[in-house]
């Protein structure tokens, strides 16, 4: 058990010699300082249980060192020891903080009883908070383990370290999985959040190197936490905690603090809650790649049906919210069964991943690209009327036409497409109405003179009867005849 810590605060030599022989027989460790401003340094460094201090000293008084004391450590008892003799002053130290008021000139064992009494109650004070720690650590402990969200985890991080590590501000960042470049910010509002992390990291963006922060710790101690990293800046006290595994880094959280370093107790909780944060991260982060990976297809690595089903009634819901327009493409290749009985299925699929290529670089960042089954592929166009969606789908019959497929195969083929266009809320209001409009539309270029784009206005409105996602087979224009080929290239 660390030995117990008494501050002596008084001006007069004399006095602190007189206090110091008679708690020198108490087993207590003794330090000393002749003014207010000696004790606030020596209460930054040292870890102080009891101060016994005056009230009358030049330019800090004890009556203003009190509460200063108090903000600054967890926990210090102080003992008055002063020659007033007032009652007014007394009840002022007492009002301020203080344990006990005693006047000089002292008994010794007045003193020591004193400061016994003090410091069992300021182990009593000291026990209560831990077992108040343990409870919430494991309260902790029990949050982010059940956590497997990946959007959720950053925000019970932050409760939890702030809560633990007395930090105010809280910035966790992801290295890895979706959302990367958006901190989840305690503390300070997001724009708050990543403009503070971009100054300290210095290099303007998300994710940032944890190389501006110097590890603080003691030699040892260093060398047991590597993933922490403390240290001041000019204006708040700082703690990173990174959580890396192996090659795999997931982020970390930056905690901020103004006023006073974080202590070891602190540092050593948020050590052992990086522990369960890094399992909780990597669970999550697994979650999150299987169900993506439930979404997507896995021949050209766009989103799969299951995807586009659940995705269209949320834009029909955002677009009718917002009041604003979106547009679907469907879309199938021509000819597509010739392909696969002149060139076998390895070879027809390796078109299709190509398609999907063409595809992908015609669209922007927030438009969605669907494989929606065999041939046919689904494009959601964000924030796009009928003219927009029209060249969009254009450029992509004219990219298909022009593009010379499979050159690695040394098969070097020429194909196109139909495309059919929907905007929400020209053509229909629900999402089922809006995907079988646009297939109905990709139908009638198919029933025609293919490698064609049409819009669903030329589509009758009585036809969105049936649904898109209760339609099981192709209708008739599905069947290719063998006699219809694809041209090869040069012909």
């Given amino acids: 058990m660390a030995q117990d810590t008494v501050l002596i605060v008084d001006d007069d030599p004399l006095a602190r010699a007189q206090f110091r022989d008679a708690l020198k027989d108490g087993g207590w460790r003794i330090i000393e300082a002749p003014n207010g401003e000696e004790a606030l340094q020596t209460a930054m460094m040292e870890s102080i249980d009891v101060v016994l201090?005056?009230?009358?000293?030049?330019?800090?008084?004890?009556?203003?060192?009190?509460?200063?004391?108090?903000?600054?450590?967890?926990?210090?008892?102080?003992?008055?020891?002063?020659?007033?003799?007032?009652?007014?002053?007394?009840?002022?130290?007492?009002?301020?903080?203080?344990?006990?008021?005693l006047t000089k000139p002292i008994n010794p064992e007045t003193l020591r009883f004193s400061v016994k009494h003090a410091l069992e109650a300021h182990h009593l004070y000291k026990e209560?908070?831990?077992?108040?720690?343990?409870?919430?650590?494991?309260?902790?402990?029990?949050?982010?383990?059940?956590?497997?969200?990946?959007?959720?985890?950053?925000?019970?991080?932050?409760?939890?370290?702030?809560?633990?590590?007395?930090?105010?501000?809280?910035?966790?960042?992801?290295?890895?999985?979706?959302?990367?470049?958006?901190?989840?910010?305690?503390?300070?509002?997001?724009?708050?959040?990543?403009?503070?992390?971009?100054?300290?990291?210095?290099?303007?963006?998300?994710?940032?190197?944890?190389?501006?922060?110097?590890?603080?710790?003691?030699p040892a101690r260093g060398r047991d936490l590597p993933f922490l990293f403390a240290r001041p800046n000019d204006e708040y006290h700082m703690l990173l905690v990174r959580y890396s595994s192996g090659q795999v880094d997931y982020g970390g959280t930056?905690?901020?603090?103004?006023?006073?370093?974080?202590?070891?107790?602190?540092?050593?909780?948020?050590?052992?809650?990086?522990?369960?944060?890094?399992?909780?991260?990597?669970?999550?982060?697994?979650?999150?790649?299987?169900?993506?990976?439930?979404?997507?297809?896995?021949?050209?690595?766009?989103?799969?049906?299951?995807?586009?089903?659940?995705?269209?009634?949320?834009?029909?819901?955002?677009?009718?919210?917002?009041?604003?327009?979106?547009?679907?493409?469907?879309?199938?290749?021509?000819?597509?069964?010739?392909?696969?009985?002149?060139?076998?299925?390895?070879?027809?699929?390796?078109?299709?991943?190509?398609?999907?290529?063409?595809?992908?670089?015609?669209?922007?960042?927030?438009?969605?690209?669907?494989?929606?089954?065999?041939?046919?592929?689904v494009l959601l166009l964000d924030h796009a009327d009928t003219e927009i969606a029209m060249r969009v789908a254009e450029r992509i019959r004219k990219s298909i036409e022009s593009h010379q497929f499979l050159s690695r195969e040394k098969v070097e083929l020429k194909i196109t497409a139909c495309i059919g266009v929907a905007t929400f809320p020209v053509h229909a209001d629900t999402g089922a109405q809006i995907l079988h409009a646009a297939d109905e539309a990709m139908y009638r270029g198919k029933r025609g003179n293919r490698n064609s784009v049409f819009l669903a206005d030329h589509i009758s409105k009585d036809t969105l009867g049936e649904t898109l996602f209760e339609r099981d087979s192709k209708q008739a224009a599905d069947t290719e005849s063998a006699a219809d080929p694809v041209p090869a290239a040069g012909e």
């Fill in 254 to 377: 930056l905690l901020m603090r103004p006023g006073r370093p974080f202590t070891r107790n602190e540092i050593m909780r948020a050590s052992l809650l990086r522990a369960q944060i890094l399992n909780s991260w990597s669970a999550a982060l697994r979650l999150e790649d299987a169900r993506k990976a439930a979404y997507l297809d896995n021949l050209t690595g766009l989103y799969n049906a299951r995807q586009l089903e659940e995705s269209v009634p949320q834009w029909v819901d955002r677009h009718k919210a917002d009041e604003t327009p979106f547009s679907i493409l469907f879309l199938d290749v021509d000819r597509f069964k010739h392909v696969n009985d002149t060139y076998g299925h390895l070879i027809g699929s390796r078109l299709l991943v190509e398609v999907a290529s063409v595809l992908k670089r015609c669209i922007r960042g927030e438009d969605v690209a669907v494989r929606y089954g065999g041939d046919e592929f």
């Fill in 53 to 101: 201090l005056d009230l009358v000293m030049p330019r800090m008084g004890g009556l203003d060192l009190i509460p200063i004391l108090s903000a600054m450590t967890d926990r210090v008892e102080v003992i008055v020891v002063t020659g007033l003799m007032d009652v007014e002053p007394a009840v002022k130290a007492m009002q301020a903080g203080a344990r006990d008021y």
């Fill in 128 to 218: 209560n908070e831990e077992l108040k720690h343990f409870v919430r650590l494991f309260d902790s402990f029990q949050k982010i383990g059940a956590c497997v969200d990946a959007r959720q985890l950053p925000v019970i991080t932050n409760q939890a370290l702030t809560a633990e590590c007395g930090a105010g501000i809280a910035i966790t960042y992801r290295l890895a999985g979706e959302g990367a470049d958006a901190p989840v910010c305690t503390g300070l509002s997001p724009e708050e959040g990543r403009a503070a992390v971009n100054k300290l990291a210095g290099t303007g963006v998300l994710p940032m190197a944890p190389d501006f922060l110097v590890d603080a710790l003691p």
